[in-house]
Structure formats: structure tokens, C-alpha cells
């Protein structure tokens, strides 16, 4: 990709989303020490998740991985492709294919440690104290399940799935808390879906339901997915059975869903799990509900868990063969969808593309189809 316009990036004020602009990209040209590499971010996904990291920019550090000099406004990050434009790296090659954790901009300089043939983490000191996960970097050409033409859906959907893995691992693992039904809510989101198609594939052992929750106009499409047991618009939540033990998985983060879900059922609400905020304007504490407290699910985690050998975790190569499986189903289930797909990829480039996608998102307006695959560079070649 190249552009001839000023390389930029989209900040968002930290305590109102809507509140944006552009500031020049700080990466874009600064010299390059010994040890470092820049990288061009050619495409990156832009998803409900996105807004979570927003929302809970502060409470969660997202904030903190890609810093702006306006202490007002964030970056938010993003998960995408980049090539390395140029590098005083040994043993990392311009021209390199990479995919990772970036800001919404057009250009990131690396601090790579560890590098081996699979990647590298961005050893950046101000990254030093934030989760590991984040900072990892992907170099495509040694990754078995990479393939050009499918970058649209690792960007979109890989990063949310590996959440949605550790989501059902993590109920799993505490034998559903006793449930017989998994409530999620924001059900139409990639998120959700991919949650409750790995919470699906064990049901019958497990001997749970799952039920999303959605806006009235999603009801078509999150019914469509063939993933869930049932799909209620939110008002109709009080037609189930409220004797019924539950655990609610909330991505919306809602807090007038979240109390009409603890209501509803109370002493038969076996965990309130607290994911995401894709309904980022009602937020609220948790504090004084009927049930059980919510519990914020971090996934990285849950993710540190795994990765420890066995007994205690699977270790790096039995996680990796377990997300893999899971994401093959996800695969399979997309491609049999047949008239109906479950993503339409829909490529922009630009900054005020970019600009206009992240207003769409933010208040809901996008078609849950939609995968958007974003570029800060202008020209695509």
C-alpha cells in the first residue's frame, strides 16, 4: 500500500467517544534506533470489540499501548496486517509480513525481543508492564494456518475468537457454575457468536442451553447463525424461565440489560460474567444487584492459565492445537451458511473512511454482517 497523504492517526477523547480527531502519526518518520524496526499497518479490522477497548480504555490500560501527547485523547487499538518498511533489526527483513496488535494509524516502530521464525514481542519499554498477549508479533510466512486471501477473516475474527475460546474454557472449567443455561447478550456480536458456537460443540456433556439476547432489529440475523438454542429481542427476556440456573455472559455491558437480568432471575443467576461494553453509553457499577456480583472476565488470564505445562495448564502447543480445532469449526459453520452469510467483508481506506466506520460502530448503526477492514493509506496496490 502507499499514500501520498499525511500519515495520521484517529485519537478518541477518553471520556467521550464520540470526540474525535486526527493527530500526525509519530511513528511515520522519527529515525529508528539500533534494535528497531517500522512497520506499515496496511489493513486492520474494526469490530465491536474495538469499542470495548474504548470503553474500558482506562480501567483496563488500553489506552497505555499506543500513547498520545494529548492527555485528553487515546488510541485505540486495533488488530490488522503490517509490512516491515524498514528495520536496523538483525534477522528482520523489510518486506516481512506480520500480524499484530497496532494503533489506529498508519505506521508503528517496534523494539522486537525474542525473535524467532514465528515472531517477536514489541519489548517498547512503556509496553513492558501491560499484558503479553498484546504485544506479540506474528510474522506470517512461518505461521501454518496463515493464507493471503483469508487475512480479511483472521483480522476480523481471530483475535475475538481466541476471547471467545477462553470464555467457554473458563465456564467450562468450573463445570458452568452449576447452570443449565448460558444468557449472552449483545448475541449478534462476532464475540458472542463465536462463544456460543464453542459452548454449542460441548452442550450435550456439559448439559447447557444457550440463549442470545439482541436488539429487536438483529433478531433475524443472530437466529440465522443456527449457534444458538433460542434468540430473544431484550424485552422479552421475562418469558424465560426464571427458576431456571443461569449464567449471564454480558457484552454489552449495559446496565439497565444487566439489572433487568438480575431481577429476572436473582438466586438462580449462577454468575454474572462481565465481557465487553458494546453498549459503551450505559455502563454503570455492578454494585447493589440481586445475585451474584459481576466478575470482569480478562482473557489474557485465562490465557496465561492455559499456557502453563501440564498438569496444571495445556503449555504454548496443546493451547494452539485447541484453538485451532475450534477455529476450524468456526470456519466450517461460516462456509455452510450458504445464502445467508454470517461476514460480508467491506474494505475502506482513508482517514475519514476510517473516521466514519468508528462513528458507525460507536453507535450501533453498523450491519452485524459487516466486517469492516480499515487503511489509513489512501492508494491500495
Not at 517477536?120 to 512461518?142: E, K, M, T, W
Request: proline share 6%.
Amino acid at each position: 500500500m502507499t499514500s501520498n497523504a499525511e500519515p495520521l492517526r484517529l485519537l478518541v477523547h477518553r471520556q467521550n467517544l464520540r470526540d474525535t480527531c486526527f493527530a500526525a502519526d509519530p511513528d511515520a518518520q522519527r529515525d529508528l534506533a539500533a534494535g528497531q524496526a517500522r512497520l506499515r499497518i496496511d489493513r486492520f479490522a474494526l469490530t465491536s470489540n474495538n469499542i470495548t477497548y474504548a470503553a474500558f480504555g482506562d480501567a483496563m490500560k488500553y489506552w497505555d499501548f499506543f500513547p498520545s501527547d494529548q492527555p485528553a485523547h487515546g488510541c485505540i487499538p486495533v488488530w490488522g496486517f503490517a509490512t516491515v518498511v524498514e528495520s536496523r533489526v538483525e534477522g528482520l527483513s523489510v518486506g516481512a509480513r506480520c500480524f499484530g496488535y497496532w494503533p489506529m494509524g498508519s505506521h508503528l516502530v517496534v523494539t522486537p525481543a525474542r525473535l524467532d521464525a514465528r515472531g517477536f514481542l514489541d519489548a517498547a519499554p512503556h509496553r513492558a508492564s501491560l499484558p503479553g498477549i498484546y504485544n506479540r508479533v506474528q510474522l506470517c510466512a512461518a505461521d501454518p494456518t496463515y493464507e493471503a486471501a483469508n487475512e480479511a477473516r483472521q483480522a476480523l475474527l481471530r483475535p475475538l475468537f481466541t476471547t471467545s475460546f477462553l470464555i467457554d474454557d473458563f465456564l467450562a472449567e468450573h463445570q458452568f457454575f452449576g447452570a443449565r443455561q448460558v444468557l449472552m447478550s449483545s448475541a449478534s456480536s462476532k464475540t458472542a457468536y463465536g462463544t456460543a458456537l464453542c459452548v454449542s460443540a460441548r452442550k450435550h456433556d456439559a448439559r447447557v442451553t444457550v440463549t442470545g439476547l439482541t436488539s429487536r432489529a438483529n433478531l433475524a440475523f443472530t437466529e440465522s447463525l443456527g449457534c444458538y438454542d433460542q434468540v430473544l429481542a431484550y424485552d422479552d427476556l421475562r418469558t424465560l424461565d426464571r427458576g431456571l440456573p443461569t449464567i449471564y455472559v454480558d457484552l454489552s455491558g449495559s446496565a439497565t440489560q444487566r439489572l433487568a437480568v438480575h431481577a429476572h432471575f436473582n438466586g438462580a443467576l449462577s454468575y454474572s460474567c462481565s465481557v465487553g461494553g458494546t453498549h459503551w453509553d450505559e455502563l454503570g457499577s455492578g454494585r447493589g444487584l440481586p445475585g451474584p456480583r459481576p466478575t470482569l472476565f480478562f482473557a489474557p488470564a485465562q490465557l496465561r492459565r492455559r499456557l502453563d505445562p501440564p498438569p496444571q495448564g495445556w503449555g504454548p502447543e496443546g493451547l494452539q492445537e485447541r484453538i485451532d480445532a475450534a477455529w476450524a469449526r468456526l470456519m466450517r459453520a461460516m462456509d455452510g451458511a450458504g445464502a445467508e452469510p454470517w461476514l460480508v467483508v467491506q474494505a475502506s481506506h482513508g482517514p475519514l473512511a476510517v473516521r466514519q466506520t468508528y462513528l458507525e460502530m460507536l453507535e450501533g448503526r453498523s450491519d452485524p454482517r459487516a466486517g469492516h477492514l480499515l487503511s489509513f493509506h489512501d492508494t491500495a496496490t
